[in-house]
T-cell receptor
């Protein structure tokens, strides 16, 4: 049982390039999330998807777009990468019932923008 | 907006001693409070959680307490071991919002 799988694990981009971070979960979870983690700032929510077909902005959505492709997959796209987007990106999923459930995280994508 | 404050940012304890990490939340509607442990270079992993209808929960050497009136909750680790060294994050969420607000983390160092 793989849980939450993120690809790629590492990526280096030049300013202005675009790329898509992929995330897939095999736990039949309804909700999926994208976070960025920067030193001393904890985990900050970029976008989330409460269920297939819906997406909503989190705390720091500027410069990002997302797609909930199906129940399993939730991708994050950087259209024009900037050095300020250098970070570790984590995808997470949860059963997402009304009472809220624990989030399960992927291994992260370490992204550097030069 | 919603906020979760976490203290201290770093904590060093001797092996065998206890460690306490405290979090304060701002949204009085918050009703689910998980704690995550993140080892260096790894993913955050859930270690314990508590819901607002419970005041305390224990799991072996780990316990969490919740004070709804004061809007704060704490993680207690007893008999600390070197493998407890990691960054610990608290979080708060509210039913139906699907959003989790994380604290900024506590780096725990257990000295052998």
């Amino acid at each position: 049982n793989a849980g939450v799988t993120q690809t790629p694990k590492f990526q280096v981009l030049k300013t202005g390039q675009s790329m898509t971070l992929q995330c897939a979960q095999d736990m039949n979870h309804n909700s999926m999330y994208w976070y960025r983690q920067d030193p001393g700032m904890g985990l900050r929510l970029i976008y989330y998807s409460a269920s297939e077909g819906t997406t909503d902005k989190g705390e720091v959505p500027n410069g990002y777009n997302v797609s909930r492709l199906n129940k399993r997959e939730f991708s994050l796209r950087l259209e024009s990468a900037a050095p300020s987007q250098t970070s570790v990106y984590f995808c997470a999923s949860s059963a997402g019932q009304l009472s809220n459930q624990p989030q399960h995280f992927g291994d992260g994508t370490r992204l550097s923008i030069l | 907006g919603e906020n979760v404050e976490q203290h201290p940012s770093t904590l060093s304890v001797q092996e065998g001693d206890s460690a306490v990490i405290k979090c304060t939340y701002s949204d009085s509607a918050s009703n689910y409070f998980p704690w995550y442990k993140q080892e260096l270079g790894k993913r955050p992993q859930l270690i314990i959680d508590i819901r607002s209808n419970v005041g305390e929960k224990k799991d072996q050497r780990i316990a969490v307490t919740l004070n709804k009136t004061a809007k704060h909750f704490s993680l207690h680790i007893t008999e600390t071991q070197p493998e407890d060294s990691a960054v610990y994050f608290c979080a708060a969420s509210t039913s139906g919002t699907y959003k989790y607000i994380f604290g900024t983390g506590t780096r725990l160092k257990v000295l052998a």
